[in-house]
């Protein structure tokens, strides 16, 4: 995993609470040590029926009192496992909530662009890394203190036992020797068997996304039947290769128990001859034999917990590359590393204390104030889709403040991947952007509202309300009217039955093309941002709707202080008139960059 160890990882995530997490293991620590009193009273026990009691002979005369220290020992390990699970449970979703709450950053910091077209994840995959990726690493770091728990238990019963016989006792070292070997063996397999089954499920779900948010086509298509045999197939194939990941971890498990028990049952058998009477050397009282077995069961617990364990942290590691794989560029592999810090970086949580209350939601309100734009420069912008020679190269204009750009051309000329990787939903391999003469080193950052606001030619609609649409969160209700105006919306919106508080259904399905683009328009108008990129706005609207939409746009503001440039990708004739200035594309390069009388003029002479 890059150069960070499994181990690494998980005292990182360790050390994200560390005082919940020690009282955590201080609360198993007891619970791991009660047990050692009984087996001293179950020695002593038996040594006052054979007539060899040591210390406790006063105890001998009434079992009672024995009844009772061994269920106050009990109901002791009880409250102790009540108020452990009470910290464990905290301490549990606070790891997963970190994990998931570090995934999510960090798929929303990558390019969004490159994150489906390179890595061919759907929506419905990506909920498998939330959901079991997830739960797994919190199971696995949950255990880290169990098992340190039983391994001090364990060694301090080694010290008793090695009390009673160091021969026999060394020999319990046997079984452990034999279960690192085969976790070892095993290691590989372990995590091909996990890849393929979290895959597999990932496969499902991701189908099973699709079918929802497709099912319009799928029946308009008749395509019921061979979507459910296709889901059949992912299910059954998912359902294989689970069932071959647990049935190879339920033969590890059983392995581990098997080898522990054979090596308890030569240990036992060794122990009987000693209290054989003629072994006068290394003989044993019944009290003497009633502790060892006792406390062997519990050390053979913890050999058998330790195969296990093992096993599940080369899951575990399974799920962390997978995560990394998704957020990293596969391209770039020693940016993996990175991922994983970024996985594991010790983030503010909003999760409900122990006690007291909630802390306070921050706030949504813009916190930063717009930097108004005088000159957008771009100089020798350049990017290559992986494994293709699609893609930009030297593109360099200049936008002023207040003018309309248009980027024209041909089916495939490169105009979206311009707009994606003007705006860092594309990394760009070259070239320079500048705001103001200042550079811009991450555009995914900076060229946001109020900066930019940028609408693609298909909007991303959410299922809610018409007004949470527009506002996603925002209080600026005071230019939504306006807004709505300008991007030619407010007919449309009064036929809605509910006006702004219509449910518009799954991406918007109850909307047609043309509505959604202007809804679209219309939220990122509601920002007043300095610069405005639209990519085909008006694919979907007729010649009428698409006058009013662009006279409205360029003969109106919100604000007299507003006053927005606009970078355009378009081909329609209206719309070139207008334009201030046309970057026409052929092929990713730039063939025409000038004025829309230049541009005609040389249209016509060609």
Request: charged share 15%; proline share 4%; aromatic share 8%.
């Amino acid at each position: 995993m890059a150069s960070d160890s499994i181990w690494q990882i998980l005292g990182r995530l360790i050390r994200y609470a560390p005082k919940l997490y020690c009282v955590d293991t201080l609360l198993w620590l007891f619970i791991a040590g009660l047990p050692i009193v009984p087996g001293v009273l179950i020695r002593e026990f038996f040594n006052s029926l054979t007539q060899d009691a040591g210390r406790f002979s006063s105890l001998s005369e009434s079992p009672w009192i024995w009844i009772t220290l061994l269920l106050a020992v009990g109901l002791a390990r009880v409250v102790a496992i009540f108020i452990g699970r009470i910290t464990k449970t905290q301490h549990r979703f606070l790891i997963s909530a970190l994990i998931r709450h570090n995934l999510l950053s960090a798929l929303l910091k990558r390019p969004g662009a490159e994150l489906l077209a390179s890595q061919k994840t759907s929506p419905g995959e990506i909920l498998n890394y939330f959901r079991d990726d997830a739960s797994h690493i919190e199971d696995t770091v949950a255990s880290t203190n169990e098992i340190f728990a039983e391994a001090v238990f364990a060694i301090v019963s080694m010290g008793l036992l090695l009390s009673v016989n160091a021969t026999m006792t060394w020999l319990v070292f046997m079984p452990l020797c034999a279960i690192a070997f085969l976790v070892h063996q095993a290691e590989h397999r372990i995590k091909r068997y996990r890849r393929a089954s979290r895959e597999a499920t990932g496969q499902v779900t991701g189908l099973i996304a699709e079918m929802f948010t497709a099912v319009q086509a799928i029946k308009v298509a008749g395509a019921e039947a061979g979507m459910l045999h296709e889901l059949k197939q992912r299910g059954d194939h998912r359902q294989q290769l689970t069932v071959r990941d647990r049935l190879f971890t339920a033969l590890l498990n059983s392995g581990f128990e098997s080898i522990v028990s054979l090596g308890t049952a030569l240990i036992l058998l060794l122990a009987a001859q000693n209290l054989q009477p003629s072994n006068t050397q290394s003989s044993l009282t019944v009290g003497d034999f009633a502790l060892f077995v006792y406390y062997l069961s519990f050390i053979t617990y913890f050999l058998a917990f330790v195969g296990s364990f093992l096993a599940v942290t080369q899951q575990s590691e399974v799920s962390f590359e997978r995560m990394a794989d998704l957020t990293s560029n596969r391209l770039l592999q020693h940016k993996q590393t990175k991922a994983l810090h970024a996985l594991t970086f010790p983030h503010s949580l909003y999760l409900q204390p122990l006690r007291g209350s909630l802390p306070p939601l921050p706030s949504t309100c813009q916190t930063t104030s717009a930097n108004p734009l005088r000159e957008l420069r771009v100089t020798g912008l350049t990017y290559r889709y992986p494994d293709s020679k699609r893609g930009i190269h030297n593109i360099s204009f200049t936008l002023k403040q207040g003018t309309l750009t248009v980027i024209t051309g041909g089916v495939g000329t490169g105009k979206t991947t311009l707009l994606r990787v003007l705006l860092g939903l594309l990394s760009r391999q070259s070239g320079h952007l500048f705001w103001n003469d200042q550079p811009i080193h991450d555009p995914a950052l900076f060229l946001v509202p109020p900066q930019s606001a940028y609408t693609p030619q298909i909007p991303q609609l959410f299922s809610a309300s018409l007004r949470d649409n527009l506002l996603l969160g925002s209080s600026e209700t005071n230019v939504l009217e306006r807004a709505i105006a300008t991007a030619a919306f407010d007919q449309d919106l009064a036929a809605l039955p509910d006006g702004l508080e219509t449910l518009i259904g799954t991406r918007g399905f109850r909307l047609s093309g043309g509505q959604k683009q202007r809804v679209a328009a219309a939220r990122m108008l509601l920002r007043q941002p300095e610069l405005l990129v639209f990519d085909d706005l008006s694919s979907a609207l007729d010649i009428k709707t698409e006058q009013q939409l662009w006279t409205r746009l360029f003969d109106t503001t919100l604000s007299p202080a507003h006053r927005p440039t606009c970078l355009v990708v378009s081909h329609r004739p209206s719309l070139l008139k207008r334009a201030d200035q046309i970057v026409a594309l052929e092929a990713g390069k730039i063939v025409f960059s000038g004025t829309a009388h230049d541009f005609h003029r040389t249209r016509t002479q060609k």
